[in-house]
């Protein structure tokens, strides 16, 4: 592909002003999505250090197809919707909803090590929050309850902090599973073990994925989540005791 290279860049009609809004709309998307984000979510491999330990997960193919069945199995079935909820009921401070959605979190983690990875995720998220400063942002009003949320109603809350209130929560659903995806392919490639263009394909595939799996998400019910995935929990589980492991349990 040949560019132009020898001819002056021309802001389109409008594309100045339209910038700053463009920013407030990327920007903390971008930011949440990075793995720079100090939540610890490097440190987990979901299960898919279990995974490589069994043979189930042994090249690039099969930890393609672990990830996208769990993307498409799990996220999509339940967190993602419950994340777009929860943005919404922060932004209208609607506890007892909070309150049921942080519950439902806590009770599908079928496992020791899962439980654990949500709710210390939950902790340096809040704790990531409150590290910024905002004037617009205080835990005070928060019931008890809510004062150490799960990954998923924490980072529902940051999108509520950080993004403008006429951004959809929907938009925030691309951080989330970005961001996941970025990990557990950085833990494919610490684990199975695979080479850097090999976790890009990876991740090529999966963003490919993502839209579908945000897609499906936004069109369930709340009675109609789901999490299960009995694979998932018996590794994770096995995890907890593996004699030899680079992640945490």
Known sequence: MKLPLDRPAVP?????????????????LMWLASPALPVG???YSEGLEAAVETGRVRDEASAADWLADQLQLGLARAELGLVAQAVEAWRQQDWPTLLRLDQWVRSTRETAELRLQS?????????????????????EPLPPAL???????????????QLPASQPPAHGLYAYAFGWAENMVQAAIKAVPLGQGAGQRILQRLCAEIPAAISRALRQREDERQAFSPMLAILSARHETQYSRLFRS
């Open 119 to 139: 709710e210390q995720m939950g902790r340096s998220l809040l704790e990531w929050l409150k590290s910024l400063q905002r004037p617009d942002f205080s835990l």
């Open 12 to 28: 389109l009609a409008g594309e100045e002003a339209a910038a700053p809004a463009l920013a407030d709309a990327l920007l903390p």
């Open 147 to 161: 004062q150490a949320p799960t990954y998923p109603l924490a980072y529902a809350l940051a999108l509520a902090v």
């Open 41 to 43: 979510g490097f440190s």
